[in-house]
Protein backbone atom coordinates (compact mmCIF):
# COMPACT_ATOMS: atom_id res chain seq x y z
CA UNK A 1 0.00 0.00 0.00
CA UNK A 2 2.57 2.70 0.69
CA UNK A 3 4.26 1.64 -2.59
CA UNK A 4 0.83 2.45 -4.26
CA UNK A 5 0.57 5.42 -2.35
CA UNK A 6 4.54 6.87 -3.12
CA UNK A 7 3.69 5.96 -6.61
CA UNK A 8 0.62 8.09 -6.89
CA UNK A 9 2.31 10.82 -5.22
CA UNK A 10 5.13 10.94 -7.43
CA UNK A 11 2.81 10.96 -10.27
CA UNK A 12 0.81 13.49 -9.44
CA UNK A 13 3.65 15.79 -8.70
CA UNK A 14 5.06 14.91 -12.13
CA UNK A 15 1.50 15.89 -13.37
CA UNK A 16 1.20 19.21 -11.85
CA UNK A 17 5.15 20.12 -12.60
CA UNK A 18 3.96 19.60 -16.67
CA UNK A 19 0.98 21.57 -16.23
CA UNK A 20 2.72 24.59 -15.06
CA UNK A 21 5.53 24.10 -17.17
CA UNK A 22 2.77 23.99 -20.46
CA UNK A 23 1.20 27.39 -18.72
CA UNK A 24 4.54 29.13 -18.35
CA UNK A 25 5.37 28.23 -21.74
CA UNK A 26 1.96 29.20 -23.00
CA UNK A 27 2.42 32.16 -21.53
CA UNK A 28 5.66 33.50 -23.54
CA UNK A 29 4.44 32.03 -26.76
CA UNK A 30 1.38 34.28 -26.10
CA UNK A 31 3.83 37.01 -25.24
CA UNK A 32 1.24 37.99 -22.04
CA UNK A 33 2.96 40.66 -20.10
CA UNK A 34 4.42 39.25 -16.50
CA UNK A 35 1.42 40.13 -13.95
CA UNK A 36 -0.66 37.87 -16.59
CA UNK A 37 1.56 35.24 -16.19
CA UNK A 38 2.06 34.90 -11.88
CA UNK A 39 -1.89 35.84 -11.71
CA UNK A 40 -2.59 32.92 -13.96
CA UNK A 41 -0.19 30.62 -11.80
CA UNK A 42 -1.80 32.13 -8.78
CA UNK A 43 -5.56 31.23 -10.25
CA UNK A 44 -4.35 27.19 -11.76
CA UNK A 45 -1.59 25.95 -9.39
CA UNK A 46 -2.87 27.73 -6.06
CA UNK A 47 -6.44 27.51 -6.41
CA UNK A 48 -7.80 25.78 -8.97
CA UNK A 49 -5.48 22.31 -9.42
CA UNK A 50 -5.54 22.51 -5.60
CA UNK A 51 -9.12 21.39 -5.73
CA UNK A 52 -8.61 18.05 -7.41
CA UNK A 53 -6.24 17.69 -4.64
CA UNK A 54 -8.60 18.11 -1.60
CA UNK A 55 -11.69 17.14 -0.45
CA UNK A 56 -13.26 19.98 -3.06
CA UNK A 57 -12.80 17.59 -6.10
CA UNK A 58 -16.50 15.35 -5.13
CA UNK A 59 -18.16 18.90 -5.29
CA UNK A 60 -16.31 19.54 -8.57
CA UNK A 61 -17.73 15.87 -9.71
CA UNK A 62 -20.60 16.72 -8.92
CA UNK A 63 -20.71 19.61 -11.33
CA UNK A 64 -21.44 16.77 -14.14
CA UNK A 65 -19.22 18.45 -16.62
CA UNK A 66 -17.67 16.11 -19.38
CA UNK A 67 -14.43 17.89 -18.35
CA UNK A 68 -14.02 16.03 -15.03
CA UNK A 69 -15.19 12.52 -16.88
CA UNK A 70 -12.63 11.55 -16.76
CA UNK A 71 -9.71 14.17 -15.75
CA UNK A 72 -7.09 14.06 -17.89
CA UNK A 73 -4.37 15.67 -18.84
CA UNK A 74 -5.10 17.56 -22.06
CA UNK A 75 -8.81 18.70 -20.00
CA UNK A 76 -6.28 20.35 -17.61
CA UNK A 77 -4.07 22.17 -20.10
CA UNK A 78 -7.15 23.26 -21.66
CA UNK A 79 -7.94 25.12 -18.03
CA UNK A 80 -4.17 26.13 -17.65
CA UNK A 81 -5.09 28.52 -21.15
CA UNK A 82 -8.30 29.38 -19.40
CA UNK A 83 -6.42 30.81 -16.11
CA UNK A 84 -4.50 32.72 -18.76
CA UNK A 85 -6.89 33.81 -20.78
CA UNK A 86 -9.14 34.84 -17.69
CA UNK A 87 -6.20 36.87 -16.06
CA UNK A 88 -5.56 39.03 -19.40
CA UNK A 89 -9.29 39.83 -18.84
CA UNK A 90 -8.30 41.22 -15.35
CA UNK A 91 -5.17 43.03 -16.32
CA UNK A 92 -5.27 43.49 -20.06
CA UNK A 93 -7.62 46.57 -21.98
CA UNK A 94 -7.39 44.05 -25.03
CA UNK A 95 -7.49 40.88 -23.90
CA UNK A 96 -6.75 37.34 -25.32
CA UNK A 97 -9.46 35.85 -27.63
CA UNK A 98 -10.65 32.87 -27.92
CA UNK A 99 -10.11 32.79 -31.34
CA UNK A 100 -5.98 32.77 -30.49
CA UNK A 101 -6.71 30.48 -27.61
CA UNK A 102 -8.53 27.62 -29.75
CA UNK A 103 -5.37 28.43 -32.25
CA UNK A 104 -2.60 27.99 -29.81
CA UNK A 105 -4.67 24.92 -28.24
CA UNK A 106 -4.97 23.09 -31.45
CA UNK A 107 -0.93 23.62 -32.04
CA UNK A 108 -0.07 22.56 -28.33
CA UNK A 109 -2.62 20.36 -26.68
CA UNK A 110 -2.27 17.02 -28.81
CA UNK A 111 -4.19 14.50 -27.44
CA UNK A 112 -7.45 16.23 -27.67
CA UNK A 113 -9.11 18.68 -29.88
CA UNK A 114 -11.05 21.57 -28.24
CA UNK A 115 -13.47 23.75 -30.11
CA UNK A 116 -14.23 27.34 -29.03
CA UNK A 117 -17.44 26.18 -27.80
CA UNK A 118 -15.35 23.67 -25.23
CA UNK A 119 -13.08 27.05 -24.20
CA UNK A 120 -16.21 29.13 -23.33
CA UNK A 121 -17.55 26.08 -21.24
CA UNK A 122 -14.58 25.88 -19.37
CA UNK A 123 -14.12 29.35 -18.04
CA UNK A 124 -17.49 28.87 -16.75
CA UNK A 125 -16.26 25.66 -15.14
CA UNK A 126 -12.85 27.64 -13.50
CA UNK A 127 -14.83 29.89 -12.52
CA UNK A 128 -17.28 27.52 -10.75
CA UNK A 129 -14.19 25.52 -9.37
CA UNK A 130 -13.13 29.43 -7.76
CA UNK A 131 -16.82 29.78 -6.43
CA UNK A 132 -16.19 32.98 -8.57
CA UNK A 133 -13.56 34.82 -6.28
CA UNK A 134 -10.97 35.76 -8.74
CA UNK A 135 -9.17 38.80 -6.27
CA UNK A 136 -6.00 38.83 -7.83
CA UNK A 137 -4.39 41.52 -5.18
CA UNK A 138 -2.93 38.65 -3.44
CA UNK A 139 -0.36 37.62 -6.33
CA UNK A 140 3.45 37.54 -5.94
CA UNK A 141 4.54 39.04 -8.78
CA UNK A 142 2.69 42.13 -7.50
CA UNK A 143 4.88 41.75 -4.19
CA UNK A 144 8.13 41.29 -5.99
CA UNK A 145 7.84 44.55 -7.92
CA UNK A 146 6.77 46.39 -5.01
CA UNK A 147 10.28 44.96 -2.94
CA UNK A 148 12.48 45.79 -5.59
CA UNK A 149 11.07 49.33 -6.10
CA UNK A 150 11.45 49.96 -2.62
CA UNK A 151 15.30 47.97 -2.58
CA UNK A 152 16.04 50.40 -5.66
CA UNK A 153 14.62 53.51 -3.35
CA UNK A 154 16.43 52.55 -0.26
CA UNK A 155 20.32 51.40 -1.90
CA UNK A 156 22.09 51.34 -5.03
CA UNK A 157 22.87 47.96 -5.11
CA UNK A 158 18.88 47.45 -5.60
CA UNK A 159 19.58 48.61 -9.32
CA UNK A 160 22.00 45.61 -9.79
CA UNK A 161 19.07 42.92 -8.85
CA UNK A 162 17.54 41.82 -12.33
CA UNK A 163 14.29 41.39 -12.61
CA UNK A 164 14.60 38.81 -15.08
CA UNK A 165 16.68 36.54 -12.67
CA UNK A 166 13.47 37.33 -10.30
CA UNK A 167 10.96 35.96 -12.35
CA UNK A 168 13.29 32.73 -13.61
CA UNK A 169 12.98 32.31 -10.09
CA UNK A 170 9.53 32.90 -9.42
CA UNK A 171 9.37 30.15 -12.17
CA UNK A 172 11.08 27.48 -10.40
CA UNK A 173 9.63 28.05 -7.42
CA UNK A 174 5.98 27.36 -8.63
CA UNK A 175 7.61 24.27 -11.41
CA UNK A 176 9.05 22.41 -8.60
CA UNK A 177 6.35 23.37 -5.77
CA UNK A 178 8.47 23.82 -2.65
CA UNK A 179 7.02 22.29 0.43
CA UNK A 180 7.80 24.65 2.56
CA UNK A 181 5.41 27.82 4.19
CA UNK A 182 6.35 29.84 0.75
CA UNK A 183 3.05 28.74 -0.68
CA UNK A 184 0.61 30.09 1.79
CA UNK A 185 2.20 33.16 2.04
CA UNK A 186 2.91 35.64 -1.71
CA UNK A 187 4.95 38.34 0.17
CA UNK A 188 6.99 35.54 1.52
CA UNK A 189 7.34 33.83 -1.91
CA UNK A 190 8.71 37.41 -3.17
CA UNK A 191 10.57 38.27 -1.06
CA UNK A 192 12.43 34.77 -0.92
CA UNK A 193 12.43 35.28 -4.97
CA UNK A 194 13.98 38.86 -4.74
CA UNK A 195 16.91 37.59 -1.71
CA UNK A 196 17.92 34.38 -3.92
CA UNK A 197 17.94 36.86 -7.10
CA UNK A 198 20.08 39.22 -5.21
CA UNK A 199 22.18 36.74 -3.89
CA UNK A 200 22.90 34.68 -7.49
CA UNK A 201 23.02 38.52 -9.62
CA UNK A 202 24.85 41.13 -7.31
CA UNK A 203 28.45 41.08 -7.35
CA UNK A 204 29.65 39.90 -3.38
CA UNK A 205 31.75 42.49 -3.55
CA UNK A 206 28.43 44.46 -3.61
CA UNK A 207 26.72 43.02 -1.29
CA UNK A 208 25.42 44.96 1.69
CA UNK A 209 24.37 43.82 5.08
CA UNK A 210 22.09 42.93 5.91
CA UNK A 211 21.04 41.48 2.64
CA UNK A 212 17.84 43.29 2.90
CA UNK A 213 16.48 45.47 5.32
CA UNK A 214 13.34 43.52 6.76
CA UNK A 215 11.31 45.68 9.13
CA UNK A 216 8.59 47.78 9.03
CA UNK A 217 10.71 50.76 8.29
CA UNK A 218 10.97 48.69 5.07
CA UNK A 219 7.48 47.96 4.13
CA UNK A 220 5.06 49.96 4.22
CA UNK A 221 2.19 46.99 3.97
CA UNK A 222 -0.34 46.81 6.95
CA UNK A 223 0.11 42.79 6.43
CA UNK A 224 3.96 43.16 7.46
CA UNK A 225 2.22 42.21 11.31
CA UNK A 226 2.24 38.35 9.78
CA UNK A 227 5.53 38.25 7.94
CA UNK A 228 8.08 35.91 9.19
CA UNK A 229 11.76 36.51 8.25
CA UNK A 230 12.23 32.79 8.45
CA UNK A 231 10.08 31.46 6.06
CA UNK A 232 11.94 34.22 3.75
CA UNK A 233 15.38 32.47 4.75
CA UNK A 234 14.08 28.98 4.16
CA UNK A 235 13.02 29.81 1.06
CA UNK A 236 15.93 31.41 -0.09
CA UNK A 237 18.02 28.37 1.36
CA UNK A 238 15.80 25.63 -0.66
CA UNK A 239 16.29 27.26 -3.82
CA UNK A 240 20.02 27.77 -3.26
CA UNK A 241 20.44 23.79 -2.40
CA UNK A 242 18.04 22.60 -4.78
CA UNK A 243 20.48 21.80 -7.82
CA UNK A 244 22.83 19.88 -5.71
CA UNK A 245 19.72 17.41 -4.18
CA UNK A 246 19.23 16.17 -7.79
CA UNK A 247 23.13 15.23 -8.32
Known amino acids: MRNKSSASASSASNLRTQLLEFLIDSAHELQVIPIVKYTALSLFADRFYDSFRSSRLVG ?31 HNSSP ?12 SITEQHFTARDFLEA ?5 QVLDYELGAGNVAFIFLEDLLSQLKGMAKVGELVNLEACMD ?5 YETEDSSLLYSCSLSLAASTLVAS ?28 NFKTQYVLDGVIDFLLEPFLFC
Open 60 to 90: VENLGHWLFKPIRESNLQLFALISLWISSKI
Open 96 to 107: LSVKTLKSFGDK
Open 123 to 127: EIVFL
Open 169 to 173: IMDLL
Open 198 to 225: YVITVPKQRWEFPVLPWGKDFFSCEFIE
